[in-house]
């Protein structure tokens, strides 16, 4: 089995999100929870996060742009993001994780039309 990428965004006490990279999100939401995930989180009146929306991707790099692409847009424009794929605000403490695995569907759409053309 492939490995999956995947870009998360997380919902932080305060209210701000962050946007990550990782392989395995419980491990990666649990590392922020403890302050030892990222520098952003770290600081006690940002914990408890909550990941609320995850997509899956083949590789690394694309995982990345993605989470590159989401850290540059406004606040603004990440909420109108995350409400476009189905996440509400505001936030319940008992909505599990929005996993969108699109992007792998799509990529494994485009190799199925690249081999039937051959």
Do not use: W
């Not at 929870?33 to 520098?39: D, E, S």
């Not at 599990?96 to 039309?113: V, Y």
């Amino acid at each position: 089995m492939e490995s999956v990428s995947y870009f998360y965004v997380l919902y932080c006490q305060d209210g701000s999100l962050y946007g990550g990279y990782t392989t395995d999100l419980e491990r990666r939401e649990s590392e922020h929870n403890q302050g030892v995930g990222a520098k952003y989180t770290k600081p006690q009146t940002r914990r408890p996060v909550k990941m609320i929306y995850a997509e899956g991707y083949y590789s690394r790099s694309e995982a990345t742009k993605a989470e590159y692409a989401f850290k540059k847009q406004t606040r603004k424009n990440k909420l109108i993001y995350l409400t476009n794929q189905g996440i509400t605000f505001p936030i319940e403490s008992t909505n599990p994780c929005l996993i969108n695995m699109e992007q792998m569907n799509i990529k494994e759409g485009e190799k199925n039309a690249e081999s039937k053309e051959f």
